[in-house]
């Protein structure tokens, strides 16, 4: 398994943007399809983005299309999750996570997971 630290996470007013970093440990990090969770109090972890190990094919759901992209840098070790135009909604703790299968929007396809970092968007 990799190990992963997001970072980035913080409080934004609605409309605002951040981005978000995930470091991999793992020399062999250009093999992973990486993805992005949120999962707000109460809910279900919910996907966000997932990006290949190549960078060519990103995918995101309908909630965030248009406003989040995802992006790596396979020499830095690190992918990225940029979050504009954030909406109250979108308030949650972010995971990163990283896949040795094709590329997935589903939890359960993640084998290795970061510890989280909250994003909080004010009204």
């Known amino acids: 398994q990799v190990q992963l630290v997001e970072s980035g996470g913080g409080l934004v007013q609605a409309g605002g943007s951040l981005r978000l970093s995930c470091a991999a440990s793992?020399?062999?990090?250009?093999?992973?399809?990486m993805g992005w969770f949120r999962q707000a109090p109460g809910k279900e972890r919910e996907f966000v983005a997932a990006i290949t190990w190549s960078g060519r094919t990103t995918y995101f759901p309908d909630s965030v299309k248009g406003r989040f992209t995802i992006s790596r840098d396979n020499a830095k070790n690190t992918v990225y999750l940029q979050m504009n135009s954030l909406k109250p909604e979108d308030t949650a703790i972010y995971y990163c996570a990283a896949a040795d299968v094709p590329l997935s929007r589903e939890a359960s396809d993640f084998s290795s997971w970061g510890q989280g970092t909250q994003v909080t968007v004010s009204s």
């Open positions: 793992e020399r062999t990090f250009s093999g992973y399809n």
